[in-house]
């Protein structure tokens, strides 16, 4: 097997390029097979059911999956089967021995993987869109149904032709309830980021467990694409301002940081402890997060972590497919992360004493 074609037989290929749209877009599987437009994320699709293929129980597990890359009722179990796929593959090319984990149940983690100085657990989480806009999209799509509130719709002839544009506003993490203090649209995804895999029940009392947070189809395939690994990130500066890094929030923000968004004037904090920063019960098994976007992956070190990741394992990790060095935090040393966080929130608190530059309300 060299691609994901292989892996198929052709009635179900032919079951993929004429499967209906879905809210306006085509299936998950569909962007690896027929797109004329091949991203990136589609070449390690590819790359990784060659790899997979090579390993000595690959075939088998390569045919289990194929059922959920072939759901056409829950296109979001197409692009969680799609992004284990490209992570077992990304964890093989980057010198990786991956053990995937028999499922017995939804307690079951994904992958054990070793580079020599001890096992680590595995978990891989695709990360969807908030269900309220599932239903704004399938609304703006199905003919002949009203358009939601909101939404505007022109027809435009341009000679003989007719086009149409629809305008909406689209906020993958939620929409925001203007009547709620710690609520905005950098918020909601910080809070959404930070909730993933909460409870960790896939996740081992006694050793690192890293988890893969995929957002390649964060919004669908089109909106997804421009979520950067900027959002890892503690500011970025725009334009008219700077805005928050939603992923480095969830992972290391504090109660009370303020929640910067570009030309904004509302000061909007944090209404809860970053996953790393969590004590007690709540404290995460959690020793790292690897965060995959379309075009970049970036890893978060838990600098408090009870577990911590060995460093032939964080050097190996860097040479994941895509991987964004100069935004990862890591212990390179031992305490470079919890040193870079905390500099970085320094930078964060300064930023919100220099009030001048925001004009908040």
Same mark, same amino acid.
């Given at each position: ?60 597990? $390569?045919?289990?999956? @194929?059922? /959920? ?13 799609? !992004? &284990? =796929? ?60 009203? $358009?939601?509130?909101? @939404?505007? /719709? ?13 305008? !909406? &506003? =689209? ?191």
């Amino acid at each position: 097997m060299k691609r994901l074609h292989d892996l198929l037989e052709p009635q179900q290929l032919k079951d993929v390029e004429n499967a209906p749209l879905i809210m306006g877009t085509r299936h998950p599987t569909w962007f690896p097979l027929f797109s004329e437009k091949s991203r990136a994320i589609d070449h390690l699709v590819h790359e990784a059911v060659a790899r997979v293929h090579r390993e000595p129980n690959g075939d088998g597990w $390569l045919k289990d999956l @194929v059922p /959920r890359l072939l759901d056409f009722t829950d296109i979001n179990g197409a692009s969680s089967a799609l !992004a &284990e =796929l490209r992570a077992y593959g990304g964890l093989l090319e980057a010198g990786f021995s991956v053990e995937p984990i028999p499922r017995s149940d939804d307690s079951t983690p994904d992958f054990r993987i070793d580079t020599g100085d001890g096992p680590i657990t595995v978990e891989v989480f695709a990360k969807h869109q908030d269900k309220e806009q599932d239903c704004l999209l399938d609304a703006i799509n199905t003919p002949g149904a009203p $358009l939601p509130v909101g @939404v505007e /719709r022109h027809v435009q002839m341009v000679g003989s032709r007719s086009v149409i544009t629809t305008t !909406a &506003e =689209l906020m993958p993490a939620g929409r925001p309830d203007p009547t709620k203090t710690f609520d905005s649209i950098q918020a909601n995804l910080v809070s959404r980021v930070c909730a993933i895999k909460q409870t960790e029940h896939q996740l081992p009392h006694d050793e690192p467990a890293l988890l893969v947070i995929d957002f390649t189809n964060f919004g669908g395939p089109q909106i997804a694409q421009f979520l950067k690994p900027g959002q890892t990130a503690p500011i970025e500066s725009g334009h008219r301002g700077v805005t928050c890094g939603a992923i480095w929030y969830a992972m290391y923000g504090w109660k009370g940081a303020p929640l910067f968004e570009e030309g904004s004037h509302k000061l909007v904090r944090m209404g809860h402890d970053g996953r790393f920063r969590l004590t007690g019960k709540k404290k995460t098994k959690l020793s790292g997060v690897l965060v995959v976007f379309c075009a970049g992956a970036v890893f978060l070190e838990n600098p408090w972590a009870a577990h911590r990741i060995p460093d032939r394992t964080r050097l190996t990790l860097s040479r994941y497919p895509w991987f964004d060095l100069s935004r990862s935090i890591a212990d390179w040393q031992p305490g470079d992360a919890a040193k870079q966080v905390d500099l970085q929130r320094r930078m964060i608190e300064t930023l919100e004493r220099d009030g001048s530059r925001f004009e908040f309300e």
